[in-house]
C-alpha cells in the first residue's frame, strides 16, 4: 500500500515522502497514529514544504557533523583511573567514558558515536574511532594512565627518596 510520511520515521522514510508498505502497517499503525496519509495531490503539495525543512536541517545537521569530525582528529584524552601493578585497571573504560572526557573538552559527542567493540580493561594508550555518520569517522587517541597513588608522586618520591639516603648513611655510621 502507498502511504505518504507526514513524519519523519526512521528507517521508514522521510517527511513527504510517498512509501510503499505492508497493508498492515499501514492500516494499524502508520494511518491511525497520524503519522501517513493517502497520496492525494493535495497531501503531497501540502508537505513538499515539511520535505524542504526537514532536508534543510538533515543538511545543517550534516555541516555540523563534518565540522565535528574535522576537530576531533588528531585529538588526544587522557582518562585516569586506579588499576593495580600490572596495569589491570580496576573497572574498565566504556564508550560513555570517553564520550564524557570529550564533551568535557567541548566536543558534542554521544557515547553511541564512540566505535569500541569492549570495553577497556588496561592501562595503555589506544586509537578508538568515532563515527557520527558510516562516511564521517575520526580516530583519536586515548591514554588510560594509573591513578597514582600517595607515595607515588613525583615530587614526594624525591623526598622520600632523599630521606631515604639519609637514614643508611646514618646506618652506616
Known amino acids: 500500500m502507498k502511504v505518504l510520511l507526514t513524519q519523519t520515521i526512521e528507517r521508514t522514510g522521510i517527511v513527504g515522502e510517498v512509501i510503499d508498505v505492508s497493508n498492515g502497517f499501514a492500516r494499524n499503525f502508520l494511518l491511525p497514529k497520524g503519522l501517513a496519509v493517502t497520496p492525494t495531490d493535495g497531501n503531497i503539495k501540502r508537505l513538499e514544504a515539511a520535505k524542504k525543512e526537514y532536508e534543510a536541517k538533515i543538511r545543517l545537521a550534516r555541516e555540523q557533523k563534518e565540522k565535528l569530525i574535522a576537530a576531533l582528529q588528531g585529538i588526544e584524552i587522557t582518562i585516569i583511573r586506579n ?46 574511532p568515532v563515527a557520527l555518520a558510516p562516511d564521517l569517522k575520526a580516530e583519536i587517541k586515548l591514554w588510560i594512565v594509573r591513578e597514582k597513588k600517595e607515595g607515588e608522586a613525583a615530587p614526594a618520591a624525591e623526598e622520600g627518596g632523599g630521606e631515604e639516603a639519609e637514614a643508611t648513611s646514618d646506618e652506616r655510621a
Open 83 to 128: 588499576a593495580n601493578d600490572e596495569g589491570h585497571l580496576f573497572g574498565s573504560v566504556s564508550r560513555r567514558d570517553i564520550a564524557e572526557e570529550l564533551q568535557k573538552a567541548g566536543h558534542a559527542v554521544q557515547p553511541d558515536d564512540v566505535k569500541l567493540d569492549e570495553p577497556i580493561r588496561r592501562v595503555d594508550t589506544f586509537t578508538v
